[in-house]
């Protein structure tokens, strides 16, 4: 695959000055559903009603019913060659480090170390009136021995996951990192997300206004296609498999 030859070379120029900014795309060959694909979380659940704060207060059951069917499974998925690529690139000194808009864990799952979840994780959660603070397995136990699936603190408050709803900060330590990450770097490679999700979506122009470059790995269009140096539409499963194969075989010689 030369798409994966050129990417490669673009990484070797560039060696240690590189960032890569990941979104649902890359999950979805691991189970995990994306949010804006026809066939995606958003065809089967209102956006708003699942992720806007005013909502979950208001009604819990709409969000935790949905975290039923879709988000305490992912605790069993497991990583795929794209995250495996990615932990072998930080390896081997390629990347800095991967800023994720996913909650599902799945780069520590892979291995790899230096990550940014600049929206959050599923690890865990917190009640919403003590602070008390849930694991992932909890929150699930409390979910389904509850006759409406709504996870509740002992002293009967919510129990938020710790994610990012709508309106709501972005983790101050996790957004220090990917700071941290893109300024520091010349490159910045966008793969599995539209770029759609403001301010992540945001986050290339770091480096671009620096005069860096912009390398973007998707299944289809993004919203910063105009600005990039170059685009690889390709599958990223195939993709990942081949610039894991050229690692592993330079690692061999």
Do not use: W
Not at 80 to 107: A, V
Not at 213 to 223: A, D, F, Q, R, Y
């Amino acid at each position: 695959m030369k798409e994966a030859e050129k990417f490669l070379r673009k990484l070797e120029i560039h060696k240690g000055k590189v960032a890569v900014l990941t979104g649902a795309g890359i999950s979805t060959s691991s189970g995990i559903p994306d949010f804006r694909s026809p066939t995606g979380i958003y065809s089967k659940y209102d956006p708003e009603k699942l992720f806007g704060l005013d909502n979950f207060v208001k009604n819990p059951s709409y969000f935790y019913n949905f975290a039923v069917e879709y988000l305490f499974v992912m605790k069993e998925a497991k990583p795929n060659s794209t995250h495996f690529m990615l932990k072998e690139l930080e390896k081997l000194g390629f990347i800095k480090g991967i800023i994720t808009q996913n909650i599902d864990m799945l780069h520590e799952k892979a291995g790899s170390r230096n990550i940014a979840n600049v929206h959050g994780s599923l690890k865990s959660g917190h009640c919403l009136s003590c602070g008390r603070v849930f694991s992932l397995e909890e929150m699930e136990k409390r979910s389904l021995e509850s006759t409406d699936r709504v996870a509740r603190c002992d002293c009967d408050g919510l129990i938020k996951p710790d994610i990012v709803f709508f309106g709501e900060t972005l983790p101050e330590r996790e957004v220090k990192m990917a700071y941290d990450m893109l300024e520091n770097s010349d490159v910045v490679v966008a793969m599995g997300t539209t770029l759609a999700i403001y301010p992540v979506g945001a986050f290339p122009q770091i480096v671009l206004k620096r005069g860096g470059e912009l390398v973007i790995v998707n299944g289809g269009p993004t919203s910063l296609d105009s600005v990039a140096s170059e685009i690889y539409r390709v599958s990223l499963e195939d993709f990942s498999k081949r610039v894991l194969d050229m690692l592993r075989k330079t690692e061999s010689e």
